[in-house]
């Protein structure tokens, strides 16, 4: 099954989502597969080494043969090019498709025979996934090629079902239930970490059982919408175990601090059932598997013909399943504005402004740096922008100190700075340039009618981190402007100027007089 690959360091983007397209929208880049490092262990005691040999017991079973030969691959067929990659909000985006290792003929002089080696018991989790497609599981067809694009298609969703049950129960088998037994974490932390996962297995063995069942004698799927129409809903069990997602990342990160759980999680990387994946990147996977089923439908209906019975049926379950994965995302960008709002610690009270509490979502937050060279963690709220700083709490969890007055998007002035422009006043020289006369991925931020407040002058990572920055920027400040200028003539609209009501009872009276006046 594929997994996404994303880097720890990311601006995640919040985006209002219609088919693909986010509010909550996660800068997140590719997960970045992680090479096991050089390991140099060092006892220190026979406790430790009493410690590492039990931990071990949990691994060694799963070990690959290292003579372990792989037959080349002359062609690869896969529906990497098939399926485009789309971007999606707090959920994040999703990756290509399972990288293939692909072996080429060569003319070449044969290398002298390898030395025998003893054949070490083969592992139950192999090291690649298998890269086999629909048309190497069938003898022979009569297929026309676009029935059997789609029957490729298919079978891909089909063998996604089986790869997630298989991480899914990998994650239970060799990290959850080792770490509670040898009393790494605790349940509570565990729970907090692993959240509803264990649910997810029996809904998705689900599918794949009703998936084989539509097989029919040549291995072929005919109708697939109604089967998938009717399990979709049950994918709004997977609103509980996104939203649990940032605060279980926060956990796991800080918990990687303490020896004894890192040492069993580079054990368990270090083996060949990982894949050279770590932990995050298995319990990530359920939500990368969310966002692929649109894509999915979409290939599956564009390779189905006019006349097929799942032409009427596929539309409906896109646009269902879309709706279901809005709705993760919603409640799933909510979760995580909450977290960070939770997570602010106010040096002065006048820093806590209304329109922080009242943001819903997140647009994006990052690594930002001053015109001081201070690294900043800045938060793009719905409502307002708060610039802090990253520390520790008492525990070792992770909390951010507001630097500076936040400021509402409604009263931001936004001001690109060019690459190459000379840094006026001395405040850019040392800071952003090392001693040079030029700025890069910088911008500049100020509030209106605040004279008392000075502008934020702010630097990216890089010109692409700077563009969506001000992307989202302009959009926050758009919205926000809009939002304020709604509720004003609502309260317009309810609450009328005093002074008309004046002028409506002046009015009032003096035609009430001239009457009584006429009559006299």
Request: aromatic residues 6%; neutral net charge.
């Amino acid at each position: 099954m594929d997994v996404e690959e994303s880097g720890e360091t990311r601006t995640s983007c919040t985006a209002v989502l219609g088919e693909t397209n986010s509010i909550p929208c996660d800068h997140a880049g590719k997960k970045r597969k992680q090479d096991p490092e050089p390991v140099v262990r060092i006892i220190e005691d026979e406790e430790e080494d009493e410690e590492g040999e039990m931990m071990s017991e949990h691994i060694r079973d799963s070990e690959e043969p290292s003579n372990k030969r792989v037959k080349p691959v002359v062609k690869s067929n896969s529906l990497t090019g098939v399926i485009t990659p789309v971007k999606t909000p707090a959920l994040k985006r999703i990756g290509q498709s399972i990288s293939r290792s692909i072996s080429f003929r060569t003319e070449a002089r044969p290398l002298p025979p390898a030395p025998l080696r003893h054949r070490a018991k083969a592992s139950s989790y192999p090291r690649r996934r298998n890269s086999q497609c629909w048309s190497d599981t069938v003898e022979s067809h009569d297929l026309t090629a676009k029935e059997i694009k789609r029957q490729e298609v298919i079978y891909e969703l089909t063998q996604g079902e089986r790869q997630l049950i298989e991480d899914l129960s990998l994650v239970k088998k060799v990290y959850y239930e080792p770490m509670l037994k040898l009393d790494i974490l605790t349940e509570s932390e565990l729970g907090q970490i692993f959240g509803t996962l264990d649910s997810l297995i029996p809904l998705h063995q689900d599918l794949l059982s009703r998936l084989e069942r539509l097989k029919g004698s040549e291995k072929t799927i005919g109708q697939v919408g109604p089967t998938l129409m009717n399990w979709f809903p049950c994918l709004e069990a997977y609103v509980t175990y996104c939203c649990n997602q940032v605060g279980a990342k926060a956990l796991l990160d800080q918990k990687k601090h303490e020896k004894r759980v890192e040492h069993f999680l580079r054990l368990c990387q270090e083996s060949s059932f990982s894949r050279k994946l770590d932990l995050w990147n298995f319990l990530d996977l359920p939500r990368s598997r969310l966002v692929k089923y649109p894509l999915l439908l979409k290939e599956i209906q564009k390779c189905t013909p006019p006349e097929h019975p799942d032409e009427d049926t596929l539309p409906d379950a896109l646009e269902l399943v879309q709706s279901i994965v809005a709705e993760v995302n919603k409640k799933t960008g909510e979760a995580e504005c909450q977290f960070y709002r939770r997570g602010l610690a106010y040096l002065e009270e006048s820093q806590r402004l209304q329109e922080i509490q009242l943001s819903r979502f997140l647009y994006c937050h990052g690594e930002l740096k001053n015109n001081k060279g201070q690294r900043l963690h800045v938060f793009l709220f719905e409502l307002a922008l708060v610039l802090t700083r990253p520390a520790e709490d008492r525990a070792g969890g992770q909390m951010f100190n507001v630097y500076r007055q936040p400021l509402p998007n409604a009263l931001i002035n936004l001001e690109e700075i060019p690459d190459g422009e000379a840094a006026g006043g001395g405040t850019f020289r040392g800071a952003f340039t090392g001693g040079n006369d030029k700025v890069k991925n910088c911008f500049r931020v100020s509030s209106r009618g605040r004279s008392k407040l000075h502008p934020y002058c702010l630097q990216a990572n890089d010109s692409f981190s700077r563009q969506q920055w001000i992307t989202c920027l302009r959009q926050a400040i758009v919205q926000s402007r809009d939002r304020t200028a709604q509720t004003s003539q609502a309260q317009l609209s309810l609450h009328p100027d005093p002074a008309l009501y004046h002028i409506a009872e002046l009015s009032l009276s003096s035609d009430t007089e001239m009457a009584d006046h006429t009559c006299c």
